[in-house]
Structures are given as C-alpha cells and as structure tokens.
C-alpha cells in the first residue's frame, strides 16, 4: 500500500507530514464514505455523501470541510448535524517500517515546551510493543494514544502528538537541502548509537603481576 517515495493516492504530504488528502477525489481514492445526521427534532435529516457522483459534477477538487459546512442545516437556532466518516482504509505503522525516508514526530503540546522528538518507526513500534499499548497494526491516525508514557516535564498525557514526517528522497528538499533537517540529525543518532555498540568494553585480563622483590641478603 505504501510502496514507493510517494504517499499512495489519497495521501499527501503536507508540510513534511502524512496527511489524508482533504479534497473529496482524495476521500474517494480512500474509500472513505461520509455521512452526516441531525439530531434536531424539527430535522432529524441524514445525508449521505454520494462522492462519486460529485466528482462527475465536478466537485473532486472542493475540501471536504467546505463541502460539509455548506451541507449544514440552515436554521436560525444553528445546525445539530454529525459526520462520520468510515474509512476502508486504514494505514497502520507496520505499513512505513523500513523505509529511510519515513520517521515518527513526537511532540507534547502542552504547556510545558518539551523538544520535538523524532525517532525511527521501528524504534516506536518497540516502544509500543514493550509497554503493550501498540505494535505494527497501531493506526497512524491513533499513534499519540498509544504513547504509554506521559510527557516528562508536564507529566499528561493528554498532549501528546505524533506525526508521519515522510520526504520524498528523489526530490531536492527545501533550502537546496538534500535531505530534511531531522533525517540529518536522525541519521546522526544513529551513528552515534552504532558506535556506542561496537566500543566493547575491555576485557578484564588476568591481574598485574606483582613486582618480584629481589631478595637480596
Ligand atoms: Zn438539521
Ligand atoms: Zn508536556
């Protein structure tokens, strides 16, 4: 699903991130359906989107947010109407591992300034896996609920976001760079680690002979 440099067609990148398309051609490529119910009394209206239709009239390219305010109910005590969408399909972590050019974005948004965190998607896969709140099948849409830990410095939990940072490494980056800010500091910390790793410890050899004292009379 998520083969190649290129989210797959109903994806984009958006400022460097994963990000669902927002227009409606992308909840069509998707397969995400989308309707909506007023609880309203006087309303109780239900809608549902007949997406390809719209894309026949033409309406493919319109996002989904306008699409679903003009489709409010116009009333002057307001508009009870909830959407739900139902996506087909659901990307999960164990659809990016082992591609160079994906990593996870940790950030708290809480009050508290904590540094952006950027780690491989294996690593946060592991770290799922060891505190069993999520593994390979982790939806990349639930990703900050499956940090088990709160944030270290305004200890909540409540604040956590993570990102799909995803480049493309056949087009030139932003500022004439190669490669994105965080895949050079990644890459960086990894070294560093593989280094770390093969600095073996010396090996504690036998005891230093004792100095013979000359016995001299
Ligand atoms: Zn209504
Ligand atoms: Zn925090």
């Known amino acids: 699903m998520f083969a190649g440099n290129r989210p797959p067609p109903g994806w984009t990148i ?13 909840y069509i490529q998707r397969n995400c359906a989308v309707r909506g119910h007023c609880q309203q009394r006087e309303c ?5 989107l007949a997406l390809d239709q719209m894309q026949k009239d033409g309406q493919g390219l319109l996002p989904m947010r306008q699409v679903l305010q003009t489709l409010r ?12 969408e139902e996506p087909a399909l659901k990307p999960t972590l164990g659809m990016i591992t082992h591609r160079d050019h994906i990593a996870i974005e940790v950030r708290c948004t809480g009050p508290c300034k904590t540094p952006t ?24 849409s639930k990703l900050a609920e499956a940090i088990p830990e709160p944030c270290g410095k305004c200890k909540d ?14 087009q030139s980056q932003p500022l004439g760079r190669k490669v994105p800010f965080w895949k050079q ?22 005891p230093p ?7 001299r009379a």
């Open 73 to 84: 109910c116009n009333k002057l005590n307001g508009c009870s109407i909830t959407w739900v």
């Open 14 to 26: 958006d400022s460097g991130r994963l990000a669902e398309d927002p227009r409606v051609v992308g």
């Open 157 to 170: 939990t409540r604040f956590w976001r993570a990102d799909v940072l995803w480049y493309d490494p056949t």
């Open 44 to 48: 109780r209206r239900s809608v549902y």
């Open 209 to 215: 002979a004792q100095p013979r004292r000359s016995r």
């Open 117 to 140: 965190f950027v780690t491989t998607v294996a690593a946060f896969i592991a770290r799922l896996q060891a505190a069993k709140t999520g593994g390979p099948d982790t939806l990349l």
């Open 185 to 206: 500091e990644l890459d960086e910390r990894l070294q560093e680690a593989r280094f770390r790793a093969a600095e073996k410890p010396m090996e504690p050899g036998p």
